[in-house]
């Protein structure tokens, strides 16, 4: 029995309640419930003339949220500098303070908010210690969702994963760091995920970035499930024009991926090269990316306590109380579940080359490209 499959079926479209032909703007607004189990975010980041780089998170629950069943409310606000130094507040919000409307994408969590319509999108920030951000985000592409944007995932469908995304925005407005306001003008994206399992258990990997070249607009989000789930591929991919943001291209999930392999700090052999061809039949796309510098690495295998008492420790010196709710986080945890989650984010280079009705035309190009590395070493997984 499949455990594992994009929801791109007509019946899946009517059981969703969406529409095949356009996304709708109720998509943006809340998803999920508060369940145990459940979680989402609305997400944004961009990067700036001046060479700041901002990403906001907004979520319904804590990560430690999601065992247990109500709201709580919480964000992630990081500001990069133009220098690099990079700083990274987060605000928490009651749920009698704070609103997610079903219509629309209208977060507010106390003062804090993201709305907007997929066409624009305002978003504010003032609860973190030291941070703050007022952005507005005009997209330049329609938004997107790989189908129903659900991936199914056990025996009977019970769990899920999504993503529904605007590729590229105009982002403007002003970033609050060290005292200063100061003015921003570049480019950036929005996506708004929800999901009823932790992606430790969903998947063993996967590559999420997006490219932007002279004439195309690339977003690739390249899911990889984990052993329980068979190492299904479930590629999102498309490519917009750069000009009118039009959908040129999107993959009917018939990909081969040809990869060189290299050993990192982390103790796995990453991708240095990723090979894409995407063929439709009548449309056919090749996507090549080669990351030539390492912007962040985090080893959360390697670096999390051997055993409880070890995370005890570490959560005494930390200031922390609460010892039942040490349990996550463990070497040995990681252990048992037979995963060994690591994460390195990349500046990259690339370009696309895609034929349509036998016309082929390239574009090249620069990406930050993640790859999320959950799972152990194995040759099964196709890494």
Not at 91 to 96: L, P, R, W
Not at 142 to 151: H, W
Not at 203 to 212: C, P, Q, S, T
């Amino acid at each position: 029995m499949e455990n594992a499959r994009l929801m791109d079926r007509p019946e899946d479209f009517k059981k969703l309640g969406i529409n095949p032909d356009k996304v709708e703007l109720w998509e943006g607004g809340l998803r999920n419930t508060d369940d145990i189990g459940n979680n989402e975010v609305w997400y944004f980041d961009g990067t700036f003339e001046d060479g700041s780089k901002v990403i906001i998170g907004f979520r319904p629950k804590t990560a430690a949220g999601m065992g247990e069943k109500g709201f709580s409310p919480n964000l992630n606000l990081d500001i990069t500098r133009p220098n690099g130094t990079t700083t990274q507040e987060f605000a928490f919000a009651t749920i009698e303070n704070s609103s997610m409307s079903k219509e629309k994408c209208d977060v507010h969590f106390g003062p804090d908010y993201c709305t907007g319509n997929f066409k624009d999108f305002d978003v504010h920030v003032e609860s973190t210690a030291t941070l703050a951000c007022d952005l507005h985000y005009h997209a330049l592409t329609e938004p997107f969702r790989q189908a129903t944007s659900e991936i199914a995932l056990g025996d009977e469908g019970q769990y899920y994963y999504t993503d529904l995304c605007v590729p590229k925005c105009e982002v403007s407005g002003t970033l609050t760091y060290d005292g200063k306001k100061v003015e921003v003008k570049g480019q950036g994206y929005h996506d708004h995920q929800w999901m009823n399992i932790s992606p430790f258990a969903a998947f063993h990997h996967w590559l999420w970035g997006r490219m932007y070249t002279e004439k195309y607009v690339v977003y690739i989000y390249d899911f990889v499930c984990s052993e329980r789930f068979g190492f299904k591929k479930i590629p999102f991919f498309i490519v917009a024009n750069n000009e009118t943001g039009e959908i040129l291209f999107e993959t009917n999930g018939n990909v081969l991926v040809d990869t060189e392999l290299v050993p990192m700090s982390v103790g796995k052999d990453f991708p240095k090269t990723s090979h894409y061809v995407f063929d439709n039949g009548d449309k056919k796309a090749v996507f090549n990316v080669k990351w030539n510098e390492i912007l962040e690495t985090r080893d959360t295998y390697g670096n999390a306590p051997a055993d409880k008492q070890e995370a005890i420790a570490r959560a005494k010196a930390q200031g922390i109380s609460d010892m039942d709710k040490v349990v996550g986080g463990t070497k040995a945890m990681y252990d048992q579940a037979g995963i060994q989650p690591t994460y390195i984010r990349f500046f990259a280079e690339g370009g696309v080359t895609l034929t349509i009705d036998g016309k082929k035309e390239s574009s090249e190009g620069h990406m930050i490209y993640e790859y999320n590395y959950i799972g152990k070493e194995d040759s099964r997984a196709g890494v």
